[in-house]
């Protein structure tokens, strides 16, 4: 069965900072990963889709990186704003079906 | 506008009664996901369907039932059975192995 880990559990930066999210699974065989936020009370937006044969992908200050026969994933965030402040949420998809960790709450402070 | 809308966004059930939540997509997605939240948990599958007319049990199955009867329909009644449903509450689409979009969220309350 699958298991997804995500650490820190939560994190505090300063505005303007560079920071990593990290997502761990203990399945290799996943067909892509997926990157979500959840802002309070509110549904996931995806942010990146990662297929099982990238290495990476971008999307403006964001850049996710997958190493599937390690069970890892990185979110890279450049530059953080206070509207980056939600939770983060990986998710890694095999046998059909998405596994979610319990997520990172990033909060930026102005 | 393309997406994923479930109804109603706040919903409040009395012992034993069963309550049904909505979930409806104009993406032309096969596949539909229900999933339960709980503070401090992650998302966890209760019922997936990859094609009309079919559906599986996902990892939380118990006190929960689906119907797939159209695409664009993947609604989800909450039993009497489920001795535990105050919960977040998100429904999914997707293309297989492809990007999965998610619905606002229905809160559900027993009172």
């Known amino acids: 069965k699958q298991e997804v880990t995500q650490i820190p559990a939560a994190l505090s930066v300063p505005e303007g900072e560079n920071l990593v999210l990290n997502c761990s699974f203990t399945d290799s065989a996943i067909y892509n990963l997926q990157w979500f936020r959840q802002d309070p009370g509110k549904g996931l937006t995806s942010l990146l889709l990662?297929?099982?044969?990238?290495r990476e992908q971008t999307s403006g200050r964001l850049n996710a990186s997958l190493d599937k026969s390690s069970g890892r994933s990185t979110l890279y965030i450049a530059a953080s704003q206070p509207g980056d402040s939600a939770t983060y949420l990986c998710?890694?998809?095999?046998?059909?079906?998405?596994?979610f960790g319990t997520g990172t709450r990033l909060t930026i402070i102005p | 506008d393309g997406g994923i809308t479930q109804s109603p966004k706040y919903l409040f059930r009395k012992e034993g009664q069963n309550v049904t939540l909505s979930c409806e997509q104009n993406?032309?997605?096969?596949?539909m996901y229900w999933y339960r939240q709980d503070p401090g948990q992650g998302l966890r599958l209760i019922y997936y369907s990859q094609i009309v007319n079919d559906f599986q049990k996902g990892d939380i199955a118990e006190g929960y039932s689906v119907s797939r009867e159209k695409k664009e329909s993947f609604p989800l009644t909450v039993t009497s059975a489920q001795k535990n449903p105050t919960a977040f509450y998100l429904c999914a689409s997707s293309i297989a192995r492809a990007e999965a979009f998610f619905g606002q969220g229905t809160r559900l309350t027993v009172v």
């Open positions: 998710a890694p998809e095999g046998g059909e079906k998405l596994t």
């Open positions: 990662i297929q099982s044969s990238q």
């Open positions: 993406l032309n997605h096969d596949a």
